[in-house]
């Protein structure tokens, strides 16, 4: 059954080649795409449970060595994220599906096979055992993210997609250069035996390493002070789009330096990293109160709570990196549902910018409803599941004792909370703006296409969904909180990892 | 490693930083091939001299290390996949704006317009929405409309 591990990145690959071959056909090509999807989540969801019951489950791809071959290898860390990841693809796509017929959807017989590559990818990412193969996986997803913010090919995109392919291309360099510096200091690229090695170098090659790399990862991650290409290009891209790519993509990022750092051991890169998380808090909070656009506020809101991710690391104790995992948790579904929300505006308004629309909770009472659920979540209010996350983190700090950190989680947090409440007051409550006249190459109004009631419907009923799926963090708060503390365990004392691995 | 390889290195290195810095796409497409190259070497580099191949049980004196090879070669192949795409990024902006340049992004375009006096950052706020041209499409994928100077590229 260990099958499963490379089930989860061969099938999507294989499913996005027959979406491609079926695009003439929307339905049988949607048939595919969901698919696939359904039946990967539902692989992850079995993998998690398996991984919890009985330990890591180890594939070694072609029956190699680890020192020749490629190891999959899904621990609890790995699985429980994937399953959350892959949840989320599925309910972006559903909401794709009803939304993309409309103009401010992505051109239908594109993004559903590239976002199926795109969930191989990341797959790879969580679950490979070495760094070449984690390499790989992050141009899979990243290949994914070039076409898919570019794919119609306006104006905007076009330039937004500029500097975003120039910037990851260029981690992406570095990382491919860092790969080379490692397999001449240890001799290998997996982790596992890196983890064994890297720890014997002297002090100064460890070092150069780990700021090597956390320069590759902070500029995935979007951290402080690599952020800059993140807030550009989100917005320009199609709300489904921007879902994907805020929920996953810099979490990705996150994921490889929790990885990275804990298995090597790069413990005295901790206070670099907490200076880093501190500022990309407050930076990208303040970026988000400046601006007057709601998928511009969303985006910086990314960069703020990856601050947040980074913190825990930074503590590397036992307790920080399970709030880094918790938050992980949290993060992706509520990430993705308020943009989910930042596209049922646009689709009900036909504008994203917050001076043009207002008095939305009368209207549309619904939609109010499904920001303010995960918007007070994200501010970390009790009893959603930012509160959780965060309060771990708090916690973590405060047992650690680096208090300037909790300090400045907490400002970020309130300021957090006043973005909200900016766009509440602007969104939800107030007048109607006069209605401008309709310019005229600004999109056609949605009534205008057939079905709009009832694609309304199933965008709403999804969004729906993927908030009970945030409120159901904050539920089962107990057990996930048990699976963050084990995979912390795991990660901060490597040892398990490694023997798993090698034997 | 050989002086020489380090030498290629940091001077393939040194010139691709050098365009990748630039504005105009093409001149980035080339300064990531020449980091691309860098990168290959190092990766060759770092699998040490020839006769030191992993394999346990074929140990002779002329084959090399077999693993960065295979490194190397997926690398190759990704690199030239990305610069297909980045040059058809650059040939969509010539066709857009009649040029490869990037251009001034939001943020920049709004604080110039603030030294400026001119007040049309209202205008800039909205990012793709008001740009989203769907409509302007010809039915065979030419775009018309704003955007796109006199100079239709002769390909389309």
């Known amino acids: ?503 | 490693m050989s002086a020489a390889l380090l030498l290629a290195i940091a001077g393939l290195v040194g010139v691709g930083v050098y365009l990748v810095t630039a504005r105009s796409l093409s001149r980035i497409v080339l300064g990531f091939s020449m980091l691309g190259h860098a990168a290959v070497l190092s990766l060759l580099g770092a699998g040490g001299r020839a006769a030191q191949p992993p394999l346990a049980d074929r140990v002779d004196d002329t084959a090399a290390n077999p693993l960065p090879q295979a490194l190397s070669l997926t690398a190759i192949v990704i690199s030239f996949g990305l610069t297909l795409f980045l040059l058809a990024l650059a040939r969509r902006q010539n066709e857009l704006t009649g040029d490869d340049l990037v251009e001034d992004d939001l943020e920049d375009r709004r604080i110039a317009d603030d030294e400026t006096g001119t007040d049309d950052g209202d205008a800039e706020a909205r990012p793709a929405p008001s740009e989203t041209d769907a409509g302007d499409r010809l039915d065979d994928g030419v775009p018309v409309g704003r955007g796109v100077t006199t100079q239709e590229p002769a390909a389309s």
């Open chain 1, 1 to 503: 059954m260990s099958n499963v591990v490379a089930l989860l990145i061969v099938v999507p690959i294989i499913a996005a080649a027959g979406g491609l071959l079926a695009r003439s056909r929307a339905l049988l090509s949607d048939a595919i795409t969901l698919g696939s999807l359904a039946a990967s989540a539902i692989g992850s969801i079995w993998l998690l449970a398996e991984v919890r019951a009985n330990g890591s489950v180890v594939v070694r791809i072609g029956g190699w060595d680890p020192e020749l071959g490629i190891v999959l290898v899904a621990d609890l860390f790995a699985s429980l994220i994937l399953m959350v990841a892959l949840a989320t693809i599925l309910v972006v796509e559903i909401f794709a599906i009803a939304q993309r017929r409309t103009v401010w959807g992505a051109d239908p017989e594109v993004a559903g096979p590239i976002l199926l590559v795109l969930s191989s990818g990341v797959s790879l990412a969580f679950l490979t055992g070495d760094l070449f193969t984690l390499f790989v996986a992050f141009e899979m997803i990243l290949v994914c993210s070039y076409v898919l913010l570019t794919h119609q090919g306006h104006r905007g995109q076009i330039n937004a997609g500029m500097t975003y392919v120039v910037m990851n291309l260029m981690a992406s360099t570095l990382f491919l250069l860092g790969v080379a510096f490692v397999y001449a200091a240890t001799g290998t690229v997996n982790m596992a035996l890196l983890a064994e090695r890297i720890p014997e170098l002297d002090s100064g090659t460890r070092l150069g390493i780990g700021l090597w790399f956390l320069v590759v990862f902070g500029t995935k991650a979007a951290a402080f002070p690599l952020f800059s290409w993140l807030p550009d290009s989100y917005p320009t891209a199609p709300t489904t789009i921007t879902a994907v790519f805020a929920g996953l993509l810099t979490k990705i990022g996150v994921y490889a330096i929790v990885r990275f750092n804990t298995l090597t051991g790069m413990e005295e890169l901790g206070p670099v990293i907490l200076v880093v998380a501190g500022a990309t808090m407050l930076i990208g909070v303040s970026g988000a109160l400046a601006q007057d656009d709601i998928k511009r506020i969303l985006s910086f809101h990314t960069v703020s709570q990856i601050g947040y991710m980074l913190m825990g690391v930074g503590l590397f104790t036992v307790a920080g990196v399970a709030g880094t995992v918790i938050f992980l948790v949290h993060q992706i579904p509520v990430k993705t549902v308020l943009f989910l929300v930042g596209g049922l505006i646009e689709d009900a308004e036909d504008t994203s910018a917050l001076d043009e629309i207002g008095g939305l909770a009368r209207r549309r009472p619904i939609i109010a409803l499904l920001f303010a659920l995960p918007a007070l979540s994200l501010a970390g209010l009790p009893p959603f599941s930012g509160f959780v996350a965060k309060l771990a983190l708090v916690d973590a700090g405060v047992a650690a004792s680096s208090i300037p950190i909790v300090v400045v989680s907490l400002l970020a947090s309130i300021l957090t909370l006043l973005s909200m409440t900016k766009i509440w007051l602007n969104v939800f409550w107030g007048d109607e703006p006069e209605p401008t006249p309709d310019s005229p190459d600004g999109p056609p109004a949605q009534d205008a296409y057939a079905g709009a009631g009832r694609r309304r419907y199933v965008m709403e009923a999804t969004t729906g969904i993927a908030v009970a799926g945030t409120l159901a963090v904050a539920l089962f708060a107990g057990p996930l909180w048990d699976m963050s503390d084990r995979a912390a365990d795991d990660l901060v004392n490597p040892d398990r990892y490694i023997s798993e691995v090698l034997s």
